[in-house]
């Protein structure tokens, strides 16, 4: 965030990240709330305090909170056992993308419990609870279609067996009971906001290459692109 400024994606929580961010590096309630306006005013464009004022606040008193900490999960690994389940699934590349994310984020949710509280970390996998986080599953698979169509997807798949349908936006992530868990890494994901792109990459679909300097996963809009904007930006300057 503070490299690239906001994504443009998840501004509120970015907001509250970095509320959470000024806490730990020990500032006031105060001197937090005056650097997050001067993060704004620097990083959106037409900034106005007035419609970010709620935004704004809401970030200061999640920031309060005792338990309100970062967490940094830097890595997700994939294993060949996981590749080869999804690969061999009966369904299109853009289906098998919304399970390869389905799988990452629950790693990544796991990765998250163990950090935060490891005493109530289980072996259960589910997914869903409001329409929010499906929406961020459609965003993260990187896969274009509007939003309810998932929930017809999410029945396909229980039809199938992959996952089950439970109560209150629910699902039950079925597949993932299945698979071993192995240590033979095959593929490394370091990025939550487009891991369909490394389901893409890793098999060479949707024109998805690695940025020449950082590695970074991007979208190649011509035969010429070779880095990330950041990485296209930084050679300009040098």
Wanted: aromatic share 10%; charged share 30%.
């Amino acid at each position: 965030i503070f490299k690239n400024g906001f994504s443009g994606k998840h501004i509120n929580n970015e907001i509250r990240l970095l509320a959470i961010h000024y806490k730990e590096q020990g500032y006031n309630e105060t001197e937090r709330e005056n650097l997050l306006y001067e993060f704004c005013e620097k990083n959106l464009e037409a900034f106005d305090r007035v419609e970010y004022f709620k935004k704004i606040n809401a970030a200061l008193n999640n920031a309060n909170k005792n338990e309100a900490r970062l967490i940094e999960v830097s890595k997700i690994n994939v294993n060949q056992t996981e590749l080869n389940y999804i690969d061999q699934l009966n369904l299109s590349h853009d289906y098998k993308k919304i399970i390869f994310t389905l799988l990452i984020l629950d790693k990544l949710n796991k990765e998250v419990q163990k950090q935060r509280d490891p005493e109530k970390l289980n072996d259960e996998h589910f997914f869903g609870g409001t329409n929010k986080n499906y929406k961020e599953l459609i965003d993260a698979s990187t896969v274009h279609m509007k939003s309810k169509k998932i929930h017809s997807i999410i029945r396909e798949f229980a039809e199938l067996g992959i996952v089950e349908i439970r109560g209150r936006g629910y699902i039950k992530l079925s597949f993932i009971y299945s698979l071993h868990n192995q240590k033979n890494k095959l593929l490394t994901i370091s990025s939550y906001d487009d891991i369909g792109h490394y389901y893409d990459f890793i098999h060479c679909k949707n024109r998805i290459i690695e940025c020449n300097m950082c590695k970074s996963l991007i979208k190649a809009t011509s035969n010429t692109k070779k880095y990330c904007d950041q990485c296209a930006k930084d050679r300009e300057k040098a």
